[in-house]
């Protein structure tokens, strides 16, 4: 089996309501389970993912062959950046140098990560603006 996964979209993390990212053997007794990344680095039975051990889940794309990954993702709202005491607004889901996912704003993206998006190096969160309402739309 190989380290990554690809979903048609994110599970439910076993343990919180977080998007899953990984599917990985616990030091638990439920065995294996869907884990967010907090989870999967508190709770994998294993350092390293691959056979017998865990895959990270990747999303596919809603449109094109399974190749073809999305480099965007939208969100209700924009998380805030993971990076301890940074208040600003998470603008990217993406692999860090050291090979973690994190939720990071510009200026921690372009320093932590290799500045790329697509399969396996991460995605730009975009929110989309709801629709006016008759009474918003004639105001």
């Known amino acids: 089996m190989a380290k990554t996964r690809v979903v048609n ?4 993390c076993a343990f919180c309501s977080q998007q899953a990212r990984y599917d990985a053997k616990t030091i638990l007794s439920v065995g294996w389970a869907y884990m967010c990344r907090v989870h999967y680095i508190l709770l994998r039975l294993h350092p390293t993912l691959g056979t017998g051990k865990g895959q990270e889940l ?4 809603s449109t094109g062959s399974m190749s073809e990954m999305a480099k965007t993702v939208v969100v ?3 998380p805030k950046c993971e990076v ?14 050291t090979g973690l ?12 990560t290799h500045q790329r998006l697509g399969v ?9 603006p709801e629709e006016l309402t008759g009474s918003e739309a004639g105001a």
């Open 9 to 12: 979209e994110f599970p439910k």
């Open 58 to 61: 990747i999303l596919k794309a």
């Open 76 to 78: 209700d709202k924009l």
């Open 84 to 97: 301890r005491s940074c208040s600003r607004l998470a603008r990217y889901d993406a692999r860090t140098k």
């Open 101 to 112: 996912w994190a939720e990071l704003c510009d200026s921690h993206w372009r320093s932590l």
């Open 120 to 128: 396996g190096w991460g995605q730009r969160l975009v929110v989309e």
